[in-house]
């Protein structure tokens, strides 16, 4: 069986895979990670979403080898310090989740989207989280907190949640490269304080 | 001294369940794995109707990690048949549904096989090695087909494809008058048929079940709505003792009425963890979800309205068809009974007559989902105000407004023989109408009429009531449904003041435990942070009927008032024993027992100390401060609302896209506005994709052609709108919180706002009905089949032939 060695959520871990087991399983029955879950079988649904090297991908199409020297962020890594994500606590204070199955996918799938448009108009939030399926919401306080957290991630917004100045659109927020060592790209990135 | 809390009610509190949901720390029934759990997986039928003429599964047997296959044949004695909850009639036929398909399958999808090994993986491998020989049967897939005489039965032995025939007539009930009088002598009348599509559910959470067989009780964890009728009836189907079963719902991911069900998977596994000893776990792929988790809705329709020449409606009949698909499930023949007391709607309506045929098909079983008949019974009549307007010339809000019940006639009694307790349809039409900007729309409308724009306008009105909380358990024995519909809650002020609210309710994304937690810190002026509510465990909360249809607020959280309310009663006694006066000296306010007249006092959390240490109680006190309650409302609670859609529609094309949509929904008192609006949305979303995109499709061999989300279109957030969304309240009377209930108002009434909104953009070119879901193939095939017979039959178009002529060379 392959050797892997993936940095989930700034840990590193080093397992024996079968081949064909899929990233999703392999964070969930191997390193309890159940903030990740699936939700369909044909890579539609999006509720499998996490981080590879800060991108976000469909962890149900991505096989555990393939992870194998990179870097993973799931849900459960973007609390710092018992502090909740900006996108995270925008979700809670714009109730833009019900029953929750698609809220990890949606918020990982959301924290790429900011990363690449700092300030989306709502057209734009609605396409980039166009992969992610959602039964209980409708939407529209999903946009709502995209938003939000795109406000409380901008320049001015304190210094921890800021987005790097001049570095808008290539500069990666914090979970596109995991793990506390970076203090750099944690100031810069999506990060509270 | 306490200090004064502010008011829980109507406080937009964010939700208490996000925490853990938001980090991840959840709870999903396949999360779970017992130690020396088997996975199983389960083979499904290919074929919609056949004979299982052998099962080979000895292959199967040698695979890799394989510790067992049965075959419905090595079950059929303990698997019992799944049980169906609604003998709508006495002369009602029901098959017999074993959970594991024993010589004969009726659906594709169908359970036929189960494996049970070391990892899911290895179950699943196993599948492939199990050799059945089908002997095919022919298929019958069509509801009017399957009435015909010679058409092939689905189950033999009932000699018919006709389940029952259920009828209401309102000259017959005294209720009203009679319809066919009013149709013969009508003045105008409209005959329309509309198709209500299979849809399904399709909650975002695969279904999952683990069944630990190990111990005093056989434990089950499942993604269920319903946890104790789940208990009740494994143990009534399967002979178990209801106190050896104890049913978990841990975190459910959404259910929308999918998962108001005893499934075959459940008791599956059920009945190979016993017959194992060992705890087994099933969690299905989406695709199995799509084909053999229960669909919802398909109806056939048949209406016809009488009015008079001024518009006032003077009869309406209802004559539907119902697909139970396969099987009944535990309530599949009551679904479009719900309807029947429904397609009266706001309107006064003085002569009502309405009947139903359920019919087996060789299809996925149908049962409840979001709305449950009250969608399809409002997409109807919705769509008949419509046309009436168009066939008499009027604007359909007019109509609509000559003929709904006034605000001053409630309590009303309607011809379908429910009581209205409240409404105001006039304040919620007139917000929507004024936030909507009705009459502008209306005269850009025009214009793009008048200028022959490719892209043409159209405006549907949804004006709509339903009845929600359901108990009363009266009403629903009168009906035939096999159990009340009470709701029980019980309170616990703990030692420390602290206070657990169980409640028999089963939450999967409501918020529940937010809102209950609001309405017992309200009424026992503690905290909300100080309350917590406890759910979905047969053990934890022993009593219950579980959450859907709406029922959870209005009975669920009016149980948990009235324990509120006898937990006071109880600390009013012992703060009168401790504070040393009469019963009638104290009164209760913020928290806080006080003397009458004096500044003497002492605080719930102090009584509830005293109660426990039951040092000093007064005569007949029983320790603790605790109480239970059960509540069974006297009748339905009525939301209502206006839902106003604006669609462009281009002519060219077929697309439709929603333009505006505005929403005035009247839920009574408002518990949570943060958790209503979030549920509007939710609703509006279902209801939207109804119209628009969503369906499930059979071949002609009976097989869904839309089994994966690739191909059944769930909307994405790039395919909605903003939605506008306001709110009137008119208390209900039938409880004393005033709630209604909102988890279904916009699906209900979504549908047909849209869809008469996209008609109303092509009634000018001859197009009176579009089937749902509306999309771009069959806009653009209405739009061209009108135009094509508007050249051989002119008057078809009802005005503006100039598009038409227009739209010839398109
Ligand atoms: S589970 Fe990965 S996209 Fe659905
Ligand atoms: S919150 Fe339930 S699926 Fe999104």
Same mark, same amino acid.
């Given at each position: 069986m392959p050797r892997i060695t993936v940095n989930v959520d700034g840990t590193e871990y080093t397992d024996e895979v079968e081949p064909r087991m899929l990233l999703v399983q392999y964070l969930r029955e191997r390193l309890g990670k159940v903030g990740t879950v699936v939700g369909c079988d044909t890579s539609n649904c999006g509720a499998c979403t996490v981080h590879l090297d800060g991108h976000s991908v469909k962890s149900c199409s991505v096989l555990a080898v393939q992870a194998d020297g990179h870097d993973v962020t799931t849900v459960e890594g973007l609390a710092q310090d018992g502090r909740l994500h900006p996108l995270q606590q925008a979700f809670h204070d714009n109730h833009a989740l019900q029953c929750g199955f698609c809220t990890p996918g949606m918020i990982m799938q959301a924290l790429d989207l900011l990363a690449e448009v700092h300030e989306p108009d709502d057209q734009q939030i609605r396409e980039g989280m166009e992969g992610n399926l959602c039964r209980c919401t409708g939407y529209q306080n999903i946009v709502r907190a995209v938003r939000d957290a795109s406000q409380r991630m901008q320049p001015g917004a304190g210094p921890a949640v800021e987005h790097a100045p001049g570095e808008a659109q290539s500069q990666a927020p914090v979970p596109r490269t995991p793990a506390d060592e970076h203090v750099e790209t944690r100031v810069t990135g999506g990060r509270q304080s | 001294m306490t200090s004064v809390l502010e008011p829980e009610l109507g406080r937009a509190r964010k939700r208490k369940e996000d925490a853990r949901l938001i980090t991840g720390r959840t709870r999903w029934t396949d999360n779970l794995t017992p130690m020396?759990?088997?996975?199983? !997986?389960?083979?499904?039928?290919?074929?919609?109707?056949?004979?299982?003429?052998?099962?080979?599964?000895?292959?199967?047997?040698?695979?890799?990690?394989?510790?067992?296959?049965?075959?419905?044949?090595?079950?059929?004695?303990?698997?019992?048949?799944?049980?169906?909850?609604?003998?709508?009639?006495?002369?009602?036929?029901?098959?017999?549904?074993?959970?594991?398909?024993?010589?004969?399958?009726?659906?594709?999808?169908?359970?036929?096989?189960? *494996?049970?090994?070391?990892?899911?993986?290895?179950?699943?491998?196993?599948?492939?090695?199990?050799?059945?020989?089908?002997?095919?049967?022919?298929? *019958?897939?069509?509801?009017?087909?399957?009435?015909?005489?010679?058409?092939?039965?689905?189950?033999?032995?009932?000699?018919?494809?006709?389940?029952?025939?259920?009828?209401?007539?309102?000259?017959?009930?005294?209720?009203?008058?009679?319809?066919?009088?009013?149709?013969?002598?009508?003045?105008?009348?409209?005959?329309?048929?509309?198709?209500?599509?299979?849809?399904?559910?399709?909650?975002?959470?695969?279904?999952?079940?683990?069944?630990?067989?190990?111990?005093?009780?056989?434990?089950?964890?499942?993604?269920?709505?319903?946890?104790?009728?789940?208990?009740?009836?494994?143990?009534?189907?399967?002979?178990?003792?209801?106190?050896?079963?104890?049913?978990?719902?841990?975190?459910?991911?959404?259910?929308?009425?999918?998962?108001?069900?005893?499934?075959?998977?459940?008791?599956?596994?059920?009945?190979?963890?016993?017959?194992?000893?060992?705890?087994?776990?099933?969690?299905?792929? +989406?695709?199995?979800?799509?084909?053999?988790?229960?669909?919802?809705?398909?109806?056939?329709?048949?209406?016809?309205?009488?009015?008079?020449?001024?518009?006032?409606?003077?009869?309406?009949?209802?004559?539907?068809?119902?697909?139970?698909?396969?099987?009944?499930?535990?309530?599949?023949?009551?679904?479009?009974?719900?309807?029947?007391?429904?397609?009266? !709607?706001?309107?006064?309506?003085?002569?009502?007559?309405?009947?139903?045929?359920?019919?087996?098909?060789?299809?996925?079983?149908?049962?409840?989902?979001?709305? !449950?008949?009250?969608?399809?019974?409002?997409?109807?009549?919705?769509?008949?105000?419509?046309?009436?307007?168009?066939?008499?010339?009027?604007?359909?809000?007019?109509?609509?407004?000559?003929?709904?019940?006034?605000?001053?006639?409630?309590?009303?009694?309607?011809? !379908?023989?429910?009581?209205?307790?409240?409404?105001?349809?006039?304040?919620?039409?007139?917000?929507?109408?004024?936030?909507?900007?009705?009459?502008?729309?209306?005269?850009?409308?025009?214009?793009?009429?008048?200028?022959?724009? @490719?892209?043409?306008?159209?405006?549907?009105?949804?004006?709509?009531?339903?009845?929600?909380?359901?108990?009363?358990? +009266?009403?629903?024995?009168?009906?035939?449904?096999?159990?009340?519909?009470?709701?029980?809650?019980?309170?616990?002020?703990?030692?420390?003041?602290?206070?657990?609210?169980?409640?028999?309710?089963? @939450?999967?994304?409501?918020?529940?435990?937010?809102?209950?937690?609001?309405?017992?810190?309200?009424?026992?002026?503690?905290?909300?942070?100080?309350?917590?509510?406890?759910?979905?465990?047969?053990?934890?909360?022993?009593?219950?009927?579980?959450?859907?249809?709406?029922?959870?607020?209005?009975?669920?959280?009016?149980?948990?008032?009235?324990?509120?309310?006898?937990? *006071?009663?109880?600390?009013?006694?012992?703060?009168?024993?401790?504070?040393?006066?009469?019963?009638?000296? *104290?009164?209760?306010?913020?928290?806080?027992?006080?003397?009458?007249?004096?500044?003497?006092?002492?605080?719930?959390?102090?009584?509830?100390?005293?109660?426990?240490?039951?040092?000093?109680? @007064?005569?007949?006190?029983?320790?603790?401060?605790?109480?239970?309650?059960?509540?069974?409302?006297?009748?339905?609670s009525f939301p209502h609302g206006t839902h106003l859609c604006a669609t462009e529609v281009d002519t060219e094309t077929g697309e439709v896209k929603i333009r505006k949509y505005v929403c005035v929904d009247d839920i009574g008192t408002v518990i949570n506005p943060l958790i209503v609006e979030g549920q509007v949305h939710g609703g509006l979303a279902q209801g939207i994709a109804q119209a628009l995109f969503e369906e499930a499709v059979y071949d002609e061999t009976g097989t869904l052609t839309t089994g994966t989300l690739a191909d059944y279109l769930i909307p994405s957030a790039a395919d909605l709108p903003e939605f506008i969304t306001d709110r009137t309240e008119t208390r209900a009377t039938s409880n004393v919180l005033g709630v209604k209930g909102v988890g279904e108002a916009g699906t209900i009434a979504s549908t047909p706002a849209v869809v008469n909104a996209v008609v109303d953009a092509l009634r000018p070119m001859g197009v009176n009905d579009v089937q749902m879901p509306c999309s771009p193939q069959r806009v653009w095939r209405a739009v061209t089949g009108a135009r094509e017979s508007s050249v051989t039959a002119p008057e078809a178009g009802g005005g503006l032939g100039s598009m038409d002529v227009q739209g010839g060379n398109r």
């Open positions: - | 020396g759990t088997l996975h199983l !997986a389960i083979l499904r039928s290919p074929v919609a109707h056949a004979r299982i003429t052998a099962i080979n599964t000895d292959e199967a047997r040698r695979m890799p990690g394989v510790s067992a296959v049965f075959t419905g044949r090595d079950i059929a004695d303990e698997q019992g048949s799944l049980p169906c909850a609604w003998p709508i009639t006495e002369d009602m036929k029901a098959p017999a549904a074993p959970p594991l398909a024993v010589d004969k399958v009726c659906f594709a999808g169908e359970a036929v096989a189960v *494996v049970a090994a070391r990892s899911a993986a290895e179950a699943r491998d196993a599948l492939d090695a199990i050799d059945v020989d089908y002997e095919d049967l022919p298929v *019958v897939l069509d509801m009017e087909a399957a009435l015909q005489p010679d058409s092939p039965l689905v189950h033999d032995d009932l000699g018919t494809n006709r389940n029952a025939t259920w009828t209401f007539d309102s000259a017959e009930a005294g209720t009203g008058g009679d319809v066919e009088q009013a149709l013969s002598s009508a003045e105008v009348r409209v005959d329309r048929t509309f198709r209500q599509q299979r849809l399904i559910p399709a909650f975002m959470e695969p279904r999952s079940v683990v069944v630990d067989p190990t111990g005093e009780q056989i434990t089950m964890w499942s993604a269920t709505q319903v946890p104790h009728i789940l208990r009740l009836m494994l143990s009534m189907s399967l002979g178990v003792p209801e106190q050896k079963i104890r049913v978990i719902a841990p975190d459910v991911g959404g259910g929308f009425g999918g998962k108001l069900q005893v499934t075959p998977e459940e008791v599956i596994a059920f009945v190979l963890a016993r017959k194992l000893g060992r705890p087994v776990k099933w969690t299905e792929s +989406r695709s199995e979800t799509m084909v053999s988790g229960h669909h919802g809705r398909d109806q056939i329709q048949k209406l016809s309205m009488s009015a008079t020449r001024d518009g006032k409606i003077t009869g309406l009949k209802v004559g539907l068809l119902a697909d139970m698909g396969a099987y009944l499930r535990l309530v599949t023949p009551g679904i479009p009974i719900l309807g029947a007391f429904m397609f009266n !709607a706001i309107y006064k309506i003085p002569a009502y007559h309405f009947s139903c045929t359920n019919v087996f098909t060789n299809k996925t079983p149908t049962d409840a989902y979001r709305g !449950a008949g009250r969608p399809e019974a409002t997409f109807a009549i919705e769509r008949m105000m419509d046309e009436l307007a168009a066939e008499l010339g009027v604007d359909p809000m007019e109509l609509r407004r000559k003929n709904w019940i006034a605000h001053d006639e409630f309590p009303y009694d309607t011809v !379908a023989g429910l009581t209205y307790d409240s409404g105001n349809y006039e304040a919620a039409t007139d917000k929507a109408v004024e936030l909507f900007g009705y009459q502008a729309l209306r005269e850009e409308q025009e214009e793009r009429r008048r200028s022959g724009d @490719p892209v043409q306008l159209g405006i549907g009105i949804s004006t709509f009531t339903e009845m929600c909380g359901l108990a009363p358990s +009266r009403v629903l024995g009168s009906l035939s449904y096999g159990a009340g519909g009470w709701e029980h809650a019980s309170i616990r002020v703990l030692p420390t003041g602290k206070v657990e609210v169980v409640t028999g309710t089963s @939450p999967h994304g409501q918020g529940h435990v937010t809102a209950w937690s609001q309405i017992a810190a309200d009424r026992l002026g503690v905290p909300f942070e100080d309350v917590e509510v406890l759910h979905g465990d047969t053990q934890i909360s022993p009593k219950g009927m579980d959450t859907y249809g709406s029922r959870s607020l209005a009975v669920g959280g009016m149980a948990v008032v009235s324990a509120a309310d006898k937990v *006071v009663e109880k600390a009013k006694k012992i703060a009168a024993h401790l504070l040393e006066c009469a019963d009638d000296d *104290v009164e209760f306010a913020s928290g806080r027992f006080g003397v009458r007249g004096t500044d003497r006092g002492t605080a719930l959390a102090e009584v509830a100390l005293a109660a426990f240490a039951a040092h000093d109680l @007064p005569e007949g006190v029983e320790p603790n401060l605790d109480a239970d309650a059960t509540f069974d409302p006297e009748n339905f």
